[in-house]
């Protein structure tokens, strides 16, 4: 059984910085791409970040480039979101996800994915 449990959220001030954690298991982790995705009420779910299976490449939304970093670490089965400068539109549920062999532009889209955790909320506030 396929499990991805995330970790990390909480209360930041603006400008600040968090660590979001993604346990996996149940899978071959190096067999398959993270993504990261959030969602705050009455908005979908939107795309934050992506690392592809080989770990050769990133994605970022256009929101969060050049203040998150995605990472993987394929002996510890834990993709990492880490968060700075965050701003009060940054507050969401954050979710990670994981689709088989993904790679490319693709994985910008959240129905690529077939395996989804069940979030870690993040709140940015003074």
């Known amino acids: 059984q396929v499990q991805l449990v995330e970790s990390g959220g909480g209360l930041v001030q603006p400008g600040g910085s968090l660590r979001l954690s993604c346990a996996a298991s149940g899978l071959t982790f190096s067999d398959y791409a993270m993504g990261w995705f959030r969602q705050d009420p009455g908005n979908e779910r939107e795309f934050v970040s992506a690392?592809?299976?080989?770990?050769?490449?990133?994605y970022y939304a256009d929101s969060v480039k050049g203040r998150f970093t995605i990472t993987r670490d394929n002996a510890k089965n834990t993709a990492y979101l880490q968060m700075n400068s965050l701003k009060p539109d940054d507050a969401a549920d954050y979710c990670c996800?994981?689709?088989?062999?993904?790679?490319?532009?693709?994985?910008?889209?959240?129905?690529?994915?077939?395996?989804w955790g069940r979030g870690t909320q993040v709140t940015v506030s003074s």
């Open positions: 690392v592809t299976f080989s770990g050769r490449d990133t």
């Open positions: 996800a994981a689709v088989f062999r993904g790679c490319g532009l693709g994985l910008r889209a959240r129905g690529l994915y077939g395996y």
